[in-house]
């Protein structure tokens, strides 16, 4: 979706341009609907997508595995966020910068190195900043924190059970994006930015079920 909105943005549309709105031709609302970008583009029904580099790949491409698993985490993430808000909960405010930054890891894994040039890579680097910030999150919540003494399972409320979904969502993301990373297509901070992100994901639910006052549920071996 990054993609068709940012052609949206730089093309215009299409028998559009030098044309105004005459009075008397039709209402506001048929004027506003004529301008208004379709959300289709049928670019895609023969399977093949394009990266940012303007390739045209098959849409099982590991680039565009990647892509919807990172689009998969910012959606868990903002149902998480979504019950978070609902409890008060202040990292809220964290959860949506997260999001804005998967916006940016998407960016750099549409542009595959192999075909870049400057200029997209001006556009799409990532640097090591965000990652230092998710340490920060992390150690800052951690020392809140009682000592993990057992495996925990998904649970602790809703706040803290969706934010376990997001970390799980998260390693997969990782693990679509270390073969483009080895590979030379994707920028290696975006890989640690995701691995970073997991651990931070887990301790905010475990912080968020701690807020809360509900119980996190942990691993009992079966008697044999």
């Not at 900043?129 to 649970?155: G, N, T």
Request: with cysteine; hydrophobic share 35%.
């Amino acid at each position: 979706m990054w993609r068709r909105a940012a052609v949206a943005a730089g093309r215009g549309l299409p028998g559009m341009a030098g044309r105004r709105w005459r009075s008397g031709a039709g209402s506001p609302e048929r004027a506003a609907a004529e301008r208004a970008p379709r959300i289709y583009t049928r670019t895609g029904d023969s399977g093949f997508s394009s990266t940012f580099t303007g390739e045209r790949r098959p849409k099982g491409d590991r680039i565009f595995e990647a892509l919807g698993a990172t689009d998969e985490l910012s959606s868990a993430i903002g149902l998480a966020g979504e019950f978070s808000s609902e409890k008060g909960h202040t990292f809220v405010d964290q959860l949506h910068k997260v999001q804005c930054m998967l916006q940016d890891v998407g960016s750099n894994i549409a542009t595959p190195l192999s075909s870049a040039r400057e200029a997209h890579l001006k556009r799409t680097s990532f640097s090591e900043k965000p990652i230092l910030e998710l340490e920060q999150w992390i150690d800052s919540y951690s020392e809140q924190l009682p000592p993990l003494r057992a495996f925990i399972l998904p649970s602790g409320g809703r706040s803290s059970a969706a934010l376990h979904l997001s970390r799980a969502v998260c390693r997969r993301a990782e693990r679509c994006v270390v073969p483009l990373v080895q590979a030379g297509e994707a920028d290696p901070n975006v890989a640690k930015y995701l691995n970073r992100l997991s651990d931070y994901l887990f301790v905010l639910a475990r912080y968020a079920a701690m807020k809360e006052g509900k119980e996190e549920k942990i691993y009992i071996k079966p008697e044999p």
